[in-house]
């Protein structure tokens, strides 16, 4: 199935356009609600000093697309292949790292004419916490630290990065895991008895 995708995305009808010039431009997007700095040090900077060390080409750039409220939707990276065409090896390769590294289901390669390579292995769980309509005392004597802490030791985590979002009314907490409903069912005990995540929000982001 993978080989076949590639095929059809360089096949034989992108010639022309291929040739017209010596390198190309791909975009990964990844389905990861993680902070520009952190998408820098977790993503772009192992992939630009590995795609380099394999002489294949560079990063050029990166960006977060964030929602109106300025949630993080996704981010991505722009990638300069330094072939008139690019190979199933490369592309595996380039998958396979950023696999490694913790790309969430949902991420993809676009291709310079548009087509799509599906990728990613985590799934991700979002915690939105009532930020306005909780009892004053629990917003003093309680601390989002804490849960982030604490659902990242009931889920097991060994992830350094926190990623988080905070809104007029909400701020969310997301967590990228091997399982979602293992993840939840971890995390339902805590969730109703702590009182800070009286009226949270759970939900699946990958």
């Not at 990613?120 to 009532?130: F, Q, R």
């Not at 990065?161 to 907490?173: D, K, N, P, Q």
Request: aromatic share 12%.
């Amino acid at each position: 199935m993978f080989k076949k995708i590639i095929n059809k995305i360089f096949s034989d009808k992108n010639h022309e356009t291929q040739n017209e010039c010596d390198e190309l431009f791909i975009v990964v997007q990844l389905n990861d609600k993680i902070m520009p700095i952190d998408r820098g040090s977790r993503y772009e900077d192992p992939l630009d000093e590995f795609i380099r060390k394999k002489g294949y080409g560079e990063v050029t750039g990166g960006g977060t697309m964030q929602s109106n409220n300025k949630e993080i939707q996704f981010c991505d990276i722009e990638v300069r292949i330094n072939q008139m065409s690019i190979s199933n090896k490369i592309l595996s390769e380039i998958i396979e790292k950023l696999e490694g590294w913790g790309a969430p289901k949902g991420s993809f390669i676009k291709s310079f004419n548009n087509d799509i390579i599906q990728f990613g292995k985590k799934e991700g769980i979002a915690v939105y916490l009532d930020g306005k309509n909780l009892p004053s005392n629990v917003y003093q004597e309680c601390d989002s630290n804490y849960v982030i802490e604490e659902i990242s030791r009931l889920i097991e985590s060994e992830d350094d990065i926190y990623r988080y979002w905070e809104g007029e009314v909400e701020t969310a907490l997301y967590f990228y895991v091997d399982s979602y409903d293992e993840a939840h069912k971890k995390i339902q005990e805590f969730i109703k008895s702590y009182p800070l995540c009286q009226n949270a929000r759970v939900i699946q982001i990958a």
